[in-house]
């Protein structure tokens, strides 16, 4: 962790933009699946569906970084997190929100899981279903085959693809940290492989609830309204509703499927 910090460092001595660093070092300084404002606005309007006033768990949310903004939004909203190291380790204050617990001991029940981006071989399904009657997932295409929730009681209502930050971050190494012919840089940016799948599963109870929610929330969609960060995004080609790459989830970018 000291030597992933102090490489942080070392870069940050030298980035043309301090919204680089998200990208690159996404365990220290951002996360590990891409989003926008309006990700972060789609999963609170699923959340309030099931209540006014929601019961939320972030599971294995690393620092908080997608938790911090949900709470701009559902203020009550808790992350679990396994490796206190992360906190204590680099002398990082633990928010109060943030319990430092493992996920395979969850007891409460939640209007909403949210599980972005879990390693490959964990696997919470069980806990996590236990709990809640509706759940947002964040996986990489072929990674995290145990984030998904079908046979656990729930169906996939909606879906929807960000890009994966190991491609925005070759993107921004290639376009503004590596000196090479304008041309290379376009045939290397369209070697777009890994995808990031935002799946929303829901118990059969709750499908019409959540759907209404998230078709109601798309229609009053204002992209402009977004965080900072997002800038880089446009800039590497990763705009809201972009077309391109092969993924299993068709169509642009953003773009939500039922
Ligand atoms: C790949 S990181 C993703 C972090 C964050 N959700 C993100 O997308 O940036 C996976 C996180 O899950 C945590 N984790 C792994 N096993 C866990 C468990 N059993 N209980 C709680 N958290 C766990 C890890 O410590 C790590 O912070």
């Known amino acids: 962790m000291q030597k992933a910090w102090a490489a942080l460092a070392q870069f940050q001595a030298r980035a043309i933009s301090p919204h680089h660093e998200r990208y690159s070092f996404p365990f220290l300084r951002g996360s590990y699946f891409v989003y926008r404002k309006i990700d972060v606005m789609r999963v609170a309007a699923i959340a309030k569906s099931v209540s006014s006033e929601p019961t939320y768990l972030d599971v294995g949310c690393g620092y908080g970084d997608f938790l911090k903004h949900v709470r701009e939004f559902i203020p009550k909203a808790e992350g679990l997190e396994v490796d206190e190291s992360m906190f204590y380790g680099l002398g990082i204050a633990k928010p109060d929100y943030v319990r430092i617990e493992d996920a395979r001991w969850i007891e409460k029940k939640y209007d909403l899981i949210f599980v972005g981006w879990m390693e490959p071989g964990q696997d919470f399904r069980d806990p996590v279903s236990k709990n809640t009657d509706v759940i947002v997932t964040t996986l990489d295409q072929g990674l995290s ?21 190991e491609d925005v971050n070759t993107e921004i190494m290639n376009r503004y940290y590596t000196s090479m012919p304008e041309q290379k840089r376009t045939e290397l940016s369209r070697l777009r492989g890994a995808h990031n799948l935002w799946y929303v599963y829901a118990k059969p109870a709750m499908r019409d609830t959540v759907v209404g929610a998230l078709k109601s929330q798309i229609e009053s969609e204002q992209p402009t309204d977004r965080y900072d960060f997002e800038q880089v995004l446009d800039e590497c080609g990763y705009g809201y509703l972009e077309k391109g790459g092969d993924s299993a989830i068709p169509g642009p970018l953003w773009q939500v499927h039922f």
Not at 145 to 165: C, Q
Request: glycine fraction near 10%; avoid cysteine; aromatic fraction near 20%.
């Open 145 to 165: 085959l145990a984030a998904e929730f079908d046979g656990h009681g729930f169906e996939r209502v909606a879906s929807w693809r960000t890009p994966s930050w």
